[in-house]
């Protein structure tokens, strides 16, 4: 189990995909440095973020339609994620909130769709009977694995224009802007 403040290698997978969609478009889209006359040039970082966002939506559509074909959604797909990365010891329902890549605001009911699917399990612990714990199922585990090989493939056809080279940078660039202080 995880301790309070570290993140999952999904965790972290998920910072550094959100990242390098900041760093594709820094590097592999030039941002036009030239204002149009008729008005005031928007700042550098503002086109960044746009451009981000638009990626982000861009990749984040592909992906969903893959996951979509094993009868998931995003975020489903993400705690079963989360779950397999917790093994064996599982999770709390605040463990999972934490981790997810894009917060969900009803996450109980995410967990009671999954749960229903027998995807996940979850457990009151008796010590503690406000704890429940969360674990994933072993046709949770298999669903995953049916998926697997697909998600690498979709990932690496997304990056497909990419040298090694610029990828190793660009992991590099996306680990640097991940240390920033938020806020």
């Given at each position: 189990m995880l301790a309070p403040g570290e993140h999952s290698r999904e965790d972290r997978a998920g910072v550094i995909f959100l990242l390098t969609i900041v760093v594709i478009t820094t590097i592999l889209r030039p941002v036009n440095t030239q204002p149009d006359s008729s008005r005031p040039?928007?700042?550098?970082?503002?086109?960044?973020?746009?451009?981000l966002l638009k990626l982000a939506d861009s990749l984040s559509q592909e992906a969903e339609q893959l996951v979509k074909t094993a009868g998931l959604t995003p975020a489903q797909y993400n705690?079963?994620?989360?779950?397999?990365?917790?093994e064996p010891e599982g999770l709390l329902c605040r463990g999972i909130s934490e981790r997810m890549?894009?917060?969900?605001?009803?996450i109980t009911r995410?967990?009671?769709?999954?749960?229903?699917?027998?995807?996940?399990?979850?457990?009151?612990?008796?010590?503690?009977?406000?704890v429940i714990l969360t674990?994933?199922?072993a046709e949770g585990l298999k669903l995953l694995k049916k998926l697997d090989r697909p998600v690498h493939d979709?990932?690496?056809?997304?990056?497909?224009?990419m040298s090694p080279a610029r990828l190793k940078q660009l992991a590099e660039l996306l680990a640097e802007v991940e240390k920033r202080e938020p806020g």
């Open positions: 040039a928007t700042p550098l970082e503002d086109r960044i973020f746009v451009a705690v079963l994620r989360i779950l397999r990365g917790a890549i894009s917060r969900d605001p009803d995410l967990l009671d769709r999954l749960e229903n699917n027998k995807l996940i399990t979850r457990e009151r612990q008796i010590e503690d009977r406000r674990r994933i199922t979709l990932h690496k056809k997304q990056f497909r224009h």
